[in-house]
């Protein structure tokens, strides 16, 4: 059976967590069917919990950050490639249509952020924001967590980096212009693609491509160091547009630009293969071919050597291309580290005196 699109929604379907028992599975019973008939649109539904602590930690050595935050679990965005889908299934929810439409906001993230910069055993450490799930995604308009969270780093002289699909993060364009003027802030922004037919579906509640274009330009102007992800580069898919998302961010502003092969990690790879089944049928084996090639063979590997960037000849030409293009725009001159240097504790609202 083909899969149905779903307007406004990444996934197409919701299979089952991979941890449960039983699986369901679509199969065409020959009954007929209203072939007009649209399937159910999922509403959104976001559930308040309270987090027991706010900083990730990880060791990998293809990051290049020790500590991230992740204000929300799930992400509405609903980009179909996205590599945390896997993640719901701890929530014992699918990584397809779950994903994007049950989410978790940790309502007390900028209280728990305070309490741990407190600790006089805090070591500051450059922060993420958007490791995960997105920091801006279509909830943070409402709930404003991601905006507590950047108060609470300014008010420490925290360093942090942010990165985002949404042009929404200029609504904290004052607060991030104060931090970049003591080293504290950059932001990247991550555009796979300028072709806003292409991203309408593959990340359909993200904003359109030229909306983030426009956000970098809003940024730069503002004095806030910017730089643009290509991610992911989608092979045969997205992949031809990787320079013009290059010179564009450079006459946007952007200083720095990155990259991300395609990733697909456990439920990934099925949920991207149905993405293609229903919006790029005659690319589909082609595209998966190809990705295969870049992955020695496989869907997936995740050796810290090759996951971010993949190996073989189509990815070495990504990879030349990348760095070319990055050398002929002028990006990626310079990325001075964000200081900790000025990291504080806020005297303690206390009304008992130190005794030295």
């Known amino acids: 059976m083909r899969p149905t699109p779903i307007k406004g929604r990444g996934s197409v379907s919701n299979k089952t967590s991979r941890f449960d028992q039983l699986q369901r ?9 209203d072939d007009d008939q649209a399937p159910a649109r999922p509403a959104t539904t976001v559930s308040m919990e309270a987090a027991k ?15 991230s935050i992740n204000p929300y679990r799930g992400c509405e965005h609903g980009c179909i ?3 945390a889908r896997p993640t719901h299934a701890y929530l014992n929810h699918s990584a397809g249509l779950d994903f994007e439409t049950r989410l978790y906001a940790k309502g007390n993230a900028a209280q728990l952020l305070r309490a741990t910069l407190s600790s ?20 943070e308009r409402r709930l404003g967590i991601t905006a507590d969270i950047l108060a609470v780093l300014e008010e420490f002289n925290h360093p942090v980096a942010i990165t985002t699909k949404s042009a ?5 364009i004052q607060l991030l212009e104060r931090m970049a003027h003591k080293n504290l802030v950059r932001v990247f922004m991550s555009i796979g693609s300028l072709d806003k037919e292409i991203a309408r579906t593959l990340e359909p509640r993200a904003s359109a491509p030229g909306a983030r274009m426009e956000a970098v330009r809003t940024l730069s102007q503002a004095g806030i160091p910017t730089g643009v992800m290509v991610a992911p580069v989608i092979p045969s898919l997205t992949d031809h547009d990787m320079e013009r998302v290059l010179f564009s961010a ?39 071919n190809l990705v295969k090639q870049m992955r020695g063979g496989k869907i997936y590997d995740s050796d810290f050597k090759t996951r971010m960037k ?13 760095r070319k293009a990055c050398a002929k725009a002028g990006l990626n001159q310079a990325r001075p580290s964000l200081t900790t240097d000025l990291f504080r504790r806020p005297p303690k609202n206390n ?3 130190d005794l030295f």
Not at 53 to 67: A, G, K, M
Not at 120 to 139: E, F, H, R
Not at 254 to 274: C, I, K, S, T
């Open 120 to 139: 006089p055993s805090y070591v500051p450490k450059l922060i993420a924001l958007g490791a995960n799930t997105d920091p801006y995604q279509p909830i």
């Open 81 to 83: 490639y996205c590599y």
């Open 53 to 67: 602590s706010i900083i990730s930690r990880n060791d990998s050595p293809d990051i290049p950050f020790e500590q």
């Open 351 to 353: 009304p008992q005196l």
């Open 250 to 288: 450079r006459d946007a502003g952007a200083l720095n630009a990155a990259y991300v092969l395609l990733r697909l990690p456990l439920e990934v790879a099925d949920l991207f293969r149905e993405w293609l089944d229903a919006h790029y049928p005659l690319k589909q084996a082609h595209v998966m």
């Open 310 to 322: 993949g190996s073989g000849v189509f990815a070495e030409l990504i990879e030349q291309r990348f």
């Open 168 to 172: 929404s993060v200029t609504r904290d």
């Open 25 to 33: 599975v679509a199969f065409d019973d020959e009954w007929s069917t």
